[in-house]
Nanobody, 126 residues
Framework: QVQLVESGGGSVQAGGSLRLSCAFTGLTYTSYCIGWFRQAPGKEREGLGALDSDGNTVYEDSVKGQYTISADNTKDIMYLQLNNLSPEDTATYYC????????????????????WGQGTQVTVSS
């Protein structure tokens, strides 16, 4: 069974950084992609970036250079490094997975992923 658990959220001041973690299970013997998403109050959930089991990464243009995705495959953990945060980054951040091979971009779209974590809150104050 695929499960994802996010952690690392919190409150920071503008200009600060956070590293979010997504611990996942159930993906050891399959091809997959895992994406990071966020949802701010009153807004739709949006994709930020994704990584697949072949090590490919993709980012939405809006977060390139500010957010970085990495993974520790020995621990089945994926990370999202958030830098130079502003109040506009305040949202609940989620990771989500899809069972797919060779299509990392699939995990940029909320409707195309199948397994979701519970989310972690990031609050940025000015």
């Amino acid at each position: 069974q695929v499960q994802l658990v996010e952690s690392g959220g919190g409150s920071v001041q503008a200009g600060g950084s956070l590293r979010l973690s997504c611990a996942f299970t159930g993906l050891t013997y399959t091809s997959y992609c895992i994406g990071w998403f966020r949802q701010a109050p009153g807004k739709e959930r949006e994709g930020l970036g994704a990584l697949d089991s072949d090590g490919n990464t993709v980012y939405e243009d809006s977060v390139k250079g500010q957010y970085t995705i990495s993974a520790d495959n020995t621990k089945d953990i994926m990370y999202l490094q958030l830098n130079n945060l502003s109040p506009e980054d305040t949202a609940t951040y989620y990771c989500a997975a899809a069972l797919v091979q060779g299509w990392v971009r699939r995990c940029l779209f909320p409707k195309d992923v199948n397994y979701w974590g519970q989310g972690t809150q990031v609050t940025v104050s000015s």
